[in-house]
């Protein structure tokens, strides 16, 4: 007997999560006025890979490529926290310790080199360093750092799970 939460499901739901904290993440931007940072724009680009990889699972009916899909999710979501962290720290520097502030990103994907873009925007820039929206005490990167969490654990215990069938323990 499978069980009605399955594998397959969660990754439809993680894949539904993750493509909804990006139109949060839009309406933000576009609606709220708040201009994402570097770090914002890749932790946006972590979710879109979950969104993708689970979407993909979802999809499709294989027990090897759901596991597959898992341990992807597991990656991009580690990545996702690490940059989360990175921002959170960023966020609780004295203001005399940020670094530096730069340029927009599109005049930067103009002028400079893809090595010095990819730098600045993984290290973060001053703009990073700056809360502008909070919820229960907690900024943005602070809640990103609570999804990747979860879709990491629970993806590394669909990758982990012993039976072969397509629901979870």
């Not at 969660?10 to 949060?24: D, P, S, T």
């Not at 809640?143 to 397509?166: P, Q, R, S």
Request: glycine content about 8%; some cysteine; hydrophobic content about 55%.
């Amino acid at each position: 007997m499978t069980s009605f939460i399955t594998a397959r499901r969660f990754h439809g739901l993680i894949a539904f999560i993750a493509f909804a904290l990006l139109g949060v993440a839009f309406y933000m931007e576009y609606e709220m006025g708040l201009e994402p940072c570097p770090l914002c724009m890749l932790q946006r680009i972590m979710f879109f890979g979950v969104g993708v990889i689970s979407l993909i699972s979802a999809l499709l009916d294989s027990v090897k490529i759901r596991r597959v899909c898992a341990w992807l999710v597991v990656v991009f979501s580690i990545l996702g926290a690490a940059l989360a962290i990175r921002h959170l720290y960023l966020q609780h520097l004295p203001e005399d310790q940020l670094p530096a502030c730069l340029p927009g990103l599109s005049y930067m994907f103009e002028v400079f080199p893809w090595q010095e873009i990819m730098q600045a925007m993984i290290m973060g820039t001053g703009e990073c360093g700056d809360v502008v929206w909070t919820f229960m005490g907690l900024s943005i990167p602070g809640w990103t750092l609570v999804a990747f969490v979860a879709m990491a654990i629970i993806n590394g215990m669909i990758a982990l799970t012993e039976n072969k069938a397509t629901s979870l323990p």
